[in-house]
């Protein structure tokens, strides 16, 4: 739906931006908290929880499509022009 015009285009990334800041606040402590507590550990075992983590943190990242999508049908209609509200 991004794709359709230039409008939706600034208007699917300006939203996604926000939902990817916010997420990334919620999501810092979550992962710099598990990154502490193997701290001085063997190089494996950091390796191993960072790769958790990432994959962890690529689920809200994509998942931010989904709410992305919502928005943009509630704002634009099936041609990519913003409704009247």
């Known amino acids: 739906m991004s794709m359709k ?4 285009w600034q ?5 996604c931006g926000k939902l990817w800041y916010w997420m ?3 999501m810092l ?3 710099v908290v598990p990154m ?4 001085g ?3 494996d075992t950091i ?6 983590i990432c994959f962890v943190q690529v689920v809200p990242m994509v998942g931010a499509i989904v709410p992305t999508e919502m928005v ?3 704002t634009f209609d099936k041609n990519g022009t913003r409704r009247n509200t």
């Not at 502490?36 to 701290?39: A, D, G």
């Not at 390796?47 to 958790?52: P, S």
Request: no cysteine; proline share 3%.
């Open 5 to 8: 015009n230039q409008d939706t």
């Open 11 to 15: 208007f699917a990334h300006h939203f």
């Open 24 to 26: 990334g606040l919620i």
């Open 29 to 31: 402590p979550l992962s």
């Open 36 to 39: 502490l507590l193997v701290f």
């Open 41 to 43: 550990r063997e190089v």
């Open 47 to 52: 390796g191993w929880v960072g790769t958790v």
């Open 72 to 74: 943009l049908r509630r």
